[in-house]
């Protein structure tokens, strides 16, 4: 797991473009934010926790 966070934070810079959009909510990551987990990128922890319980594979983490 790769944390691609730094302290900035782009979500309300109007200027900021995504990158992709989070493989469990399909909310939007900006640059410099998000966690990349077996190439998916997620907006955050939470949402990589949650995307592994409904998958099946936090046991076996």
């Known amino acids: 797991m790769t944390l691609l ?3 900035e934070s782009y979500q309300f810079n109007s200027y900021a473009t995504p990158i992709c959009d989070c493989e469990h ?5 900006y640059s410099g934010e998000g966690v990349t987990f077996e190439g998916d990128i997620y907006c955050g922890t939470s949402c990589l926790g949650e995307h ?4 099946g594979v936090a046991e076996g983490i």
């Open 25 to 29: 909510c399909r909310e939007s990551v």
């Open 5 to 7: 966070s730094t302290n």
């Open 52 to 55: 592994l319980l409904v998958e």
